[in-house]
């Protein structure tokens, strides 16, 4: 009789496993993205070219100077509202400056750039400065402006630099002589941008002047 080797069983082969079906997964839809600007942040609607009510891109320059947080004390408690200092200016010689108060920062900042935009004044401008020297007051603020060469830029702070940048003012130098209150320097540049008149009138008034003063 014969044995089988030691070692050596009879196991059939083990089937090989059944693949599973597979169902095609759709990817899910990517959020969109923010617009993004040349430095990768995303936009925002306040600044240049800030979209109104309609979708439209607004044609003019608008800057949030400040934001203050206002705390009055009642009964009951403390309430909190904002004033947002507001510059609007086409660039071309017109601008406006305005403050906006609510309970809300985004109320206040919209209605600073509401009631800026309706304010707006006409400015006289030569050769991307102005025609000549002059100065601005509001309370306790005391501005200088004087006109510059091309190329010099413009030499002033925060709120200056803000309502002569929307008044479309390219080279001018400037210096505070009081306060440094944000509110009174933007005001006391719009003042002295409003006292100032083209060569042109200048002379008309000499010749009255002379006209009256032969008869």
């Known amino acids: 009789m014969v044995h089988p080797p030691t070692g050596s069983t009879n ?5 090989p496993p059944t693949p599973m079906p597979t169902t095609a997964v759709a990817p899910a839809p990517e959020a969109p ?7 990768g942040r995303p936009r ?3 600044g240049r070219g800030r979209r109104d009510g309609g979708g439209q891109e607004s044609q003019f320059f608008e800057k949030l100077i400040s934001i203050n947080r206002v705390a009055k004390v009642h009964k009951g408690g403390k309430r909190l509202s904002f004033s947002a200092l507001a510059v609007v200016g086409d660039g071309k010689g017109r601008v406006g400056v305005a403050l906006g108060k609510a309970n809300e920062a985004s109320d206040a900042i919209r209605k600073g750039f509401l009631k800026a935009q309706r304010e707006m004044v006409t400015v006289p401008l030569t050769h991307n400065t102005i025609p000549h020297e002059t100065f601005g007051h509001y309370d306790a603020c005391k501005l ?8 010099t830029g413009i030499i002033a702070g925060g709120p ?7 008044a479309g003012i390219r080279d001018i130098l400037t210096k505070s002589l009081g306060s440094s209150n944000a509110v009174n320097l933007a005001k006391a540049t719009l ?3 409003m006292s100032l008149h083209m060569p042109e009138v200048f002379e008309q008034r000499r010749a009255a002047t002379s006209d009256t003063a032969e008869s």
């Open 11 to 15: 196991v059939p082969p083990t089937p």
């Open 44 to 46: 925002q609607d306040r």
């Open 160 to 166: 200056v630099r803000a309502v002569c940048e929307a």
């Open 144 to 151: 200088l402006l004087k006109p510059a060469s091309p190329g």
């Open 191 to 193: 003042h002295g941008l």
């Open 33 to 39: 993205r923010p617009e993004q600007r040349r430095g």
